[in-house]
């Protein structure tokens, strides 16, 4: 009995002796210097959420999350732009429990908040919501005039742009994510409207950022940019509703049929040979959607229809109701005489549309990639990992992520931008990025620590 309770007494020893303790960690920096860091993008790094850009979502905002995790490794003061209160602009979402679903907070924003505040400048938050990569380049002078969220910081609006700006603060250490809005504007609009930027404009503005920020031997971060067709705003409808949602009794199904062969009559009758190729039956059929590819001439524009095909993607903003009550879809009985009534294009991403925001994607990420290793820089490919959460979903400190609207916990309620705990879990990668590429030892964060959705009261 002595010689085992000696044995357990050492194997206790042995275990406590060999356990980490929380204080064997040590926050170094490595190759890296921390003590003026300063962020440059979009949306994404200021801390836009739910529709706008507030207070705590900006203090909760990647940069801000990094900058709190640098301090134990030197790093220095890091000032954002800060709005007044939660409501920014005044186009905030808050959930609705009772729907569920996003609603407007409807509160007045403090005045201040449409002021500017440059006198308190500079700001080491850079980011811009909405900014394209020639947005942030010298020749862009004008946008610090013509965006608002940058117009309230500029240091000389008409004269300041967001690379200078940053350049003048003569960072150690930076990050950049910058490249989503030069596909995401173009897909927020369904393809209506906007356009990707072309790939020589993207890889000269930001080689023209990565040589303005190493100039000093600055070290830094890039991230690619996400497949943007996986996030909320273009998966959730679909989970909701199918391509071949319009479902049809049998007498529905031959009044259309009808109503298009007219169509395809009145067309012959105007010397426009042209046929629809779809016909409706009972049951489920496809929705009539608008597509502007379709060689009508522009006064018979309305007649630029077919039907949904698979895989493509209903908009977060479709207007369900117009579908359940108005015809759209399907046929418009509003006016003195039937019509057409596709779904509009702002509404849907097409397979066409789809495969070029896929395209761009791939190549400005390549871009990105490429620059990394020219500059010697961290790179974190927030490409891959939010393909990871959109396919398997991941766990941080039992909070399960995924892509899902609402009850991901990694989207907030515009269905593009992060909650403050997907925010925390980005962060999270860059540091693992970071630690790879100079040896740093910076800790992670809780997600827990922040906050998710925010209800609406």
Not at 94 to 115: C, E, H, K, M
Not at 143 to 155: C, E, M, Q
Not at 391 to 415: C, P
């Amino acid at each position: 009995m002595k010689i085992k309770n000696i044995l357990l007494l050492i194997a206790v020893g042995l275990l406590f002796a060999c356990e980490p303790k929380i204080n064997d960690f040590k926050t170094t920096s490595g190759a890296a210097d921390f003590s003026k860091y300063v962020s440059i993008g979009n949306s994404l790094t200021a801390g836009y959420a739910d529709g706008d850009l507030y207070l705590s979502g900006q203090e909760n905002s990647i940069p801000a999350i990094l900058a709190k995790q640098f301090e134990a490794a030197g790093g220095g003061v890091f000032k954002q732009p800060l709005m007044f209160d939660e409501y920014g602009f005044g186009q905030r979402y808050l959930l609705d429990a009772s729907i569920p679903g996003p609603v407007s907070a409807g509160v007045t924003p403090d005045a201040r908040n449409f002021q500017s505040i440059a006198a308190d400048g500079p700001f080491n938050n850079m980011g811009v919501p909405g900014a394209k990569s020639f947005h942030l380049v010298p020749g862009a002078e004008a946008y610090s005039l013509l965006n608002p969220y940058y117009k309230r910081f500029a240091a000389e609006p008409g004269v300041s742009t967001v690379l200078g700006e940053s350049m003048a603060q003569n960072a150690s250490f930076f990050s950049a994510w910058v490249g989503n809005n030069d596909v995401l504007a173009y897909a927020l609009e369904g393809g209506a409207s906007d356009s990707i930027t072309p790939m020589p404009y993207f890889a000269a503005a930001l080689g023209g950022i990565l040589q303005g920020m190493t100039a000093n031997g600055a070290k830094g971060v890039l991230a690619s940019i996400p497949d943007i067709t996986s996030i909320p705003y273009f998966t959730f409808m679909n989970t909701k509703l199918p391509y071949n949602g319009l479902v049809l009794t049998l007498e529905q199904a031959a009044q259309l049929n009808y109503a298009y062969s007219q169509f395809e009559l009145y067309l012959a009758s105007i010397g426009i040979p042209y046929t629809f190729g779809f016909i409706f039956v009972q049951g489920q059929n496809a929705f009539v959607i608008e597509d502007k590819t379709i060689p009508l001439p522009d006064a018979l524009a309305v007649f630029r229809v077919r039907q949904m095909k698979p895989g493509e993607l209903f908009l977060l903003t479709l207007p369900t109701d117009s579908l359940q009550n108005n015809g759209m879809g399907s046929i418009d009985m509003s006016g003195a005489s039937p019509l057409p009534y596709g779904i509009p294009d702002k509404y849907i991403l097409s397979l066409t549309e789809i495969q070029e925001i896929q395209a761009a994607t791939t190549a400005f990420n390549q871009v990105i990639y490429n620059y990394a290793n020219q500059f010697g820089l961290a790179f974190v490919d927030m490409n891959a990992k939010l393909n990871e959460i959109a396919q398997s979903g991941v766990t941080y400190d039992g909070i399960q992520f995924t892509t899902a609207f609402i009850t991901g916990n990694s989207f907030s309620l515009d269905g593009v931008h992060l909650t403050a705990q997907g925010n925390a879990v980005a962060a999270n990668y860059f540091i693992d990025a970071i630690n790879d590429k100079y040896g740093s030892q910076i800790k992670h964060v809780n997600p827990r620590l922040y906050p998710g959705i925010y209800y609406y009261q």
